[in-house]
Structures are given as C-alpha cells and as structure tokens.
C-alpha cells in the first residue's frame, strides 16, 4: 500500500463545477503539499500546510492531521485548472531532510 | 522568482552512453533532488543533496550518480544509458525544510 493515496486518479468536470480532490496518508508528517502539472509543463507547489486551511484564489486546501487527510477544492472551476494534482508529504521520520513522498497524481480535465 | 533550470528539455540517447543532466537554481538553495516521474508510478526521488559535495540515495539511486560541485548546480548522471531509464527527469531545490521549487524537466529517451 502507498503511504501517499489520491482519489479519484481521473475527474472529469464541466466549466463551473465545484471540484475536490482527497489525499490520505499513513505516516507522520512535518507537512503536506499540493503540486499542479499541467500537460508538458513543469511542477509548481500550490499549498504547503500542516494544518487547518489555506486558500489562494480559487483553490482552498484543507489538512486534518488526526485523520491523517488532506482535501484541495477548487471553486468555479476553468478549462486552465485541467492540470495533474500531487499531493506530496514531508515525513516526519528519516532525519532531518526535505524529502517528500509522493501520491500519483489526479489528473483533472475541466471541460468548456 | 525561484528559477530551476536544466540543461536540455528533450534527449535521446543510445544504450550504453554516458548521460548527464544538469540543473541550476539561482535562490542559494541548499537542497536539491533528482526525481524521475512515470506514468502510474508517480515521482520517484533518484538522489538529493542538502549541501555541496553531501549526497544521499533516494528511493531509485541504481545505474544513476550525482555530483554537486557548487550549491547552485546539481547533476545526474547515468553511467551506461539503459532502455528501462527511459523516462522524465525532474530537478527541484528547496530552502530548509520549506517548499520545493521544479525545474521544467528533461524527457529522456534511450534507444
């Protein structure tokens, strides 16, 4: 079993849908982080959070960390959110380094 | 702005090659990672570095070496370019423990 779970692996919505994709893990964390990768492009870090909420434009992501699960919502959703999300945790364990384990991905198609 | 950059978007090489991958960062990071990303298996971490001249095995660290000379450069390095290393190469850096920061990646095919 993968200590980094997403679900669903595929989403497909329609332009304005309210959409969440869920991230559950089995270790303990420092952190937790949501990436976007959109189709040939690189990786940019949305959110970093070890608890409660952060939200920066459209996207909100959510940690509780007794129930070791994190959600990102994104509100009023656009074709350009079509994208693959990771979560990714730092583990609290291993030393003291910035090493990340990594879900597979969401990919998300936003359909006009 | 971070900015992570690596040395080639598209490679193709011929078994049994020597390859190397470079990649820079210009924020005075002092970690840096070497991830290969696959379909369905997801990034996997290869090797990372949290100072120059210190490196230490990832997940994936067979048929691959590293070599940071300088803390703004870090590079992978496939000793004998095999079909089954075939994939994407991503490079990130981060500052202590905090977020990290991607290079574009660098698609590497082996023939």
């Known amino acids: 079993k993968n200590e980094v779970e997403q679900s669903p692996q595929n989403l497909t919505a329609q332009e304005g849908e309210f959409i969440t994709i869920n991230c559950s893990y089995s270790?303990?964390?420092?952190?937790l982080h949501w990436l976007q990768q959109h189709p040939g492009g690189g990786i940019v870090s949305l959110f970093m959070l070890s608890s409660g909420k952060k939200k920066h434009g459209r996207l909100i992501a959510t940690i509780n960390i007794q129930e070791k699960h994190s959600s990102l919502h994104i509100t009023a959703s656009h074709p350009r959110d079509s994208a693959v999300y990771i979560c990714?945790?730092?583990?609290?364990?291993?030393?003291?380094?910035?090493?990340?384990?990594f879900g597979t991905g969401t990919l998300l198609a936003v359909q006009p | 702005d971070v900015k992570v950059t690596q040395s080639s978007r598209y490679l193709v090489k011929r078994t049994g090659e020597k390859v190397f991958l470079e990649c820079v960062q210009d924020?005075?990071?002092?970690?840096m990672f070497w991830y290969r990303q696959d379909p369905g298996l997801g990034l996997r971490l290869i090797y990372f570095s949290y100072d120059v001249k210190m490196k230490e095995k990832g997940d994936i660290p067979e048929g691959y070496s590293v070599s940071r000379e300088k803390k703004e450069r870090f590079s992978l390095i496939l000793e004998s370019a095999s079909t089954n290393q075939t994939s994407m190469y991503l490079c990130a850096s981060s500052k202590e423990y905090n977020e990290q920061f991607f290079g574009p990646g660098t698609r590497l095919t082996v023939l």
């Open positions: 270790v303990g964390i420092s952190a």
């Open positions: 990714a945790v730092s583990p609290n364990y291993g030393g003291a380094t910035n090493k990340l384990i």
């Open positions: 924020m005075d990071h002092e970690n």
